[in-house]
């Protein structure tokens, strides 16, 4: 089973829906982050969390919202989703002092029609 | 703020050739440096990366990469490239500043093809 597992794989919806992307870890990691990727610009920073009662805002958190529902479980939601949110998204665990290496799930594919 | 940059969108290398990809940042204190490769489909792999100390650093599938303070480089180096090394690879530099920030900033990514 992989360390960090996001659900689901792939998703289309519509415009204006409520979207849950999840992540789950089994590495015992207290940091979770969620990043996206869009073709050319690499991976941004969302939102990352260092323990369950503690969550930041990322570069790019806008639109987004994000809920650390156990030390192992990080979910990102889109509260009512839109066309440029269409990106592969990633959520990745790190344990420890800031700086350390980052452990990174498949990703999500979100298509917003 | 920190940035990463990679001046290459693609690279084209022959099999068994060496391999180069530059990576430039800009940091205000040392930087916690990382390579990753993507394979298509798949997540982000680890190749290695830097903290302090020697500044050739080693790391998976035989690619090493040096740390040059002067130069705000972190280049990736392969001795000789398989078809199996295409892949999306990506550097990034740690937003840890021991004030609370945490995560990556990527640079947009280096595409590498395998001519065999």
């Known amino acids: 089973d992989a360390d960090v597992t996001q659900t689901p794989r792939n998703r289309i919806t519509k415009t204006g829906k409520r979207i849950m992307l999840e992540c789950s870890q089994t590495?015992?990691?207290?940091?979770m982050y969620w990043y996206r990727q869009d073709p050319g610009l690499g991976l941004r920073l969302i939102y990352y969390?260092?323990?369950?009662?503690?969550?930041n805002k990322g570069e790019i958190s806008d639109g987004y919202s994000v809920s650390r529902q156990a030390q192992a479980k990080f979910s990102l939601s889109l509260e009512s989703a839109i066309p440029n949110q269409t990106a592969l998204y990633f959520c990745?665990?790190?344990?420890?002092?800031?700086?350390?290496?980052?452990?990174f799930g498949d990703g999500t594919r979100l298509s917003i029609l | 703020a920190q940035s990463v940059t990679q001046p290459d969108i693609h690279i084209t290398v022959s099999e068994g050739a060496s391999l180069e990809l530059r990576c430039n940042y800009s940091?205000?204190?040392?930087?916690?440096l990382f390579w990753y490769v993507q394979s298509p489909g798949q997540g982000l792999q680890l190749l290695l990366k830097?903290?302090?100390?020697?500044?050739l650093v080693q790391g998976i599938k035989g690619f090493e990469a040096e740390f040059k303070r002067s130069q705000s480089s972190f280049n990736l180096r392969k001795p000789s490239v398989h078809w199996s090394d295409a892949a999306e690879y990506f550097c990034?530099?740690?937003?840890?500043?021991?004030?609370?920030?945490?995560?990556?900033?990527f640079g947009k990514g280096t595409h590498l093809i395998i001519q065999p």
């Open positions: 969390s260092f323990d369950v009662k503690d969550i």
């Open positions: 990745a665990t790190s344990h420890g002092t800031g700086g350390q290496p980052q452990h």
């Open positions: 940091y205000g204190a040392t930087p916690y």
């Open positions: 990034a530099v740690g937003r840890y500043s021991g004030g609370g920030a945490d995560g990556l900033t």
């Open positions: 590495k015992g990691h207290d940091r």
């Open positions: 830097y903290f302090s100390g020697d500044t």
